[in-house]
């Protein structure tokens, strides 16, 4: 029992280590802000408001609407409609927006880091890369994805790509493989009952002599 208590305690020194590491960072929260900052093209709206209709605003989308949202932006005001099929923008002209151009999202995602509390931390903007849903722009330090259809902003870095590596670890999810992480993880939290239980019979056993 001793024999096996201590071998079985030696192969829970990996997982441990990483728990008590990756936890204390996580309380601890270093750099957290920047990598999981939350930018927005949404800014509030300056008048005079628009005056468009509902029903030309449904006769610009060709569709019933199901949802109907009005900001602010650096392009100007717009309006982001959601029907039953699509999502699309439109200016205060019921002009289309969407899906936005290479220079139309660009110009979001530069008002958006600018008016972030960490702007300086992303670096200056370089390439710009349009694909069919999204338009993608490269700073110094991070990538910002402009969706072309809701312009809807998200960002990520090596910082984000490295926090996202430790909740990976701290939740053994250390192959890729979802089954398989999920069998790692579950035969974890048995080692530690397994080395536990051993653990206490040993301390009644010398208890009771």
Same mark, same amino acid.
């Given at each position: 029992? *001793?024999?096996?208590?201590?071998?079985?305690?030696?192969?829970?020194?990996?997982?441990?280590?990483?728990?008590?590491?990756?936890?204390?960072?996580?309380?601890?929260?270093?750099?957290?802000?920047?990598?999981?900052?939350?930018?927005?093209?949404?800014?509030?709206?300056?008048?005079?408001?628009? !005056?468009?209709?509902?029903? /030309?605003? +449904?006769?610009?989308? /060709? +569709?019933?609407?199901?949802?109907?949202?009005?900001?602010?932006?650096?392009?100007?005001?717009?309006? *982001?409609?959601?029907?039953?099929?699509?999502?699309?923008?439109?200016? !205060?002209?019921?002009? +289309?927006?969407?899906?936005?151009?290479?220079?139309?999202?660009?110009?979001?995602?530069?008002?958006?880091? /600018?008016?972030?509390?960490?702007?300086?931390?992303?670096?200056?903007?370089?390439?710009?890369?349009?694909?069919?849903?999204?338009?993608?722009?490269?700073?110094?330090?991070?990538?910002?994805?402009?969706?072309? +259809?809701?312009?809807?902003?998200?960002?990520?870095?090596?910082?984000?790509?490295?926090?996202?590596?430790?909740? *990976?670890?701290?939740?053994?999810?250390?192959?890729?493989?979802?089954?398989?992480?999920?069998?790692?993880?579950?035969?974890?939290?048995?080692?530690?009952?397994?080395?536990?239980?051993?653990?206490?019979?040993?301390?009644?056993?010398? /208890?009771?002599?």
């Amino acid at each position: 029992m *001793r024999r096996l208590h201590r071998w079985l305690a030696i192969v829970l020194v990996v997982p441990l280590v990483v728990w008590t590491v990756t936890g204390l960072l996580f309380h601890l929260k270093p750099g957290w802000s920047r990598a999981y900052d939350q930018l927005s093209a949404e800014r509030p709206l300056a008048p005079p408001l628009p !005056t468009a209709t509902s029903d /030309a605003l +449904a006769a610009a989308a /060709a +569709a019933p609407i199901e949802r109907l949202e009005l900001f602010g932006t650096a392009l100007g005001p717009l309006y *982001r409609i959601t029907t039953h099929d699509k999502t699309l923008l439109l200016d !205060t002209a019921l002009h +289309a927006r969407s899906p936005l151009s290479a220079d139309d999202a660009r110009t979001l995602a530069l008002d958006a880091v /600018a008016h972030s509390a960490h702007a300086a931390d992303y670096g200056a903007p370089a390439a710009t890369d349009v694909a069919p849903d999204t338009v993608r722009i490269t700073f110094a330090h991070a990538e910002v994805d402009v969706d072309r +259809a809701t312009a809807s902003i998200s960002q990520h870095g090596r910082d984000t790509a490295r926090i996202d590596w430790l909740y *990976r670890l701290h939740y053994l999810s250390w192959t890729g493989n979802r089954t398989f992480d999920r069998i790692l993880a579950v035969l974890g939290l048995a080692l530690v009952w397994i080395v536990m239980i051993p653990g206490i019979v040993l301390f009644v056993r010398r /208890a009771n002599r």
